[in-house]
């Protein structure tokens, strides 16, 4: 049985990747730091093009056998300590997908993708 996937007396309960995604990416914006998400893939990218700021975009989840990797990419707040920023964002999302679904995660690696200045320095931001 994968670990995605709970047998009880009733049948399965299957956690799909699009509902560890989702509770990822919210996880990661809680984080004081995080400018907005970053892109992975095709969607991503896509997301990032229309700005929209509720679609799932910059996590990635890799479920093999028994192994649940997450992936959050993301854009750090300039003047923001980068490495605590990204220390915190694995610690959230670890601790948000774990106590939401029970699912223990074997890997949180998370990409920095750029620094983005405050709107008032400036359109667009440091990449």
Known sequence: MKKNEEKTELGIVRVHNGVISRLAYLAAKEIKGVARMGSIGI???????????ECPHGVAVETRGNEIKVTVSFIVEY?????????????NVKNAVEKLTGIILTDVNVNVQGIEMPASEGKGGIK
């Open 43 to 53: 969607r991503g990218k896509f997301a990032e093009f229309l700005r929209c700021e």
């Open 79 to 91: 003047g923001a300590n980068v490495q605590d920023v990204a220390f915190r964002v694995q610690e």
